[in-house]
């Protein structure tokens, strides 16, 4: 058992590092495509709102394998970590995107008016305004797409990265006659462990928000 946990554990700083890496890049592109849902303008909030169910339609795997073997710049493939990370950062874009979108539609529509009333700039009142009240409405969401992320994180070893589930799996072939499904367990418990402080995290950040409303 000892050998096989370290095995797997081999694996977890590549599983965060895809996760770290994937949230990241939807994080910050989630914010122009959410402008883009929200724009006034009928033919590009028509046309994010296509690439958006797009995205989101497809299953991660097929982006990933999509990406990792039809995307060559001239002779130079992708490696298996580019192809994880970029796969999972743009589903993790359209999805926060989504998120965003409806943190802002839940805040009153006179706070925007109240703002520009004050003489207040568009940027300022996005930013120190609406964007930190959408903020705090979106967070468990958000945080549910990270528990989400680290979880089809896994997926990233269909195509080579080494991370736990790749370890995993590894460790099973080298050793078919002890190991069984111990590997696969021993990861689905590093996985429990991993999650569960982030989501307590993330309860504690909500409350104290909530408190400082």
Do not use: H
């Not at 795997?61 to 970029?86: C, M, P």
């Not at 943190?103 to 305004?129: S, V």
């Not at 799996?169 to 590997?183: E, K, S, V, Y």
């Amino acid at each position: 058992m000892q050998d096989a946990l370290i095995a797997v554990l081999m694996g977890l700083p590549m599983t965060l590092l895809v996760t770290a890496l994937a949230f990241v890049i939807g994080a910050i592109g989630g914010v122009p495509i959410m402008l883009g849902l929200r724009s006034k303008w009928a033919p590009l909030r028509a046309t994010i709102r296509f690439v958006v169910d797009l995205i989101r339609g497809i299953p991660p795997i097929v982006w990933l394998f999509l990406i990792y073997f039809g995307v060559q710049i001239g002779s130079i493939r992708l490696d298996s970590l580019t192809a994880a990370v970029i796969g999972l950062g743009i589903i993790s874009s359209a999805y926060l995107a989504e998120i965003y979108r409806g943190g802002f539609t839940t805040l009153p529509r006179g706070q925007g008016e109240a703002a520009a009333a004050l003489g207040l700039g568009t940027r300022t009142t996005f930013g120190r305004i609406l964007a930190p009240q959408a903020l705090r409405t979106a967070l468990p969401s958000i945080t549910t797409l990270l528990l989400s992320l680290l979880k089809d994180s896994s997926i990233a070893s269909t195509i080579g990265v080494a991370d736990m589930v790749f370890a995993a799996n590894m460790f099973a072939r080298q050793n078919p006659a002890t190991a069984g499904i111990l590997p696969f367990f021993i990861a689905a418990a590093v996985y429990l462990i991993v999650s569960i402080p982030i989501a307590i995290a993330a309860r504690r950040l909500d409350t104290r928000l909530r408190k400082a409303q």
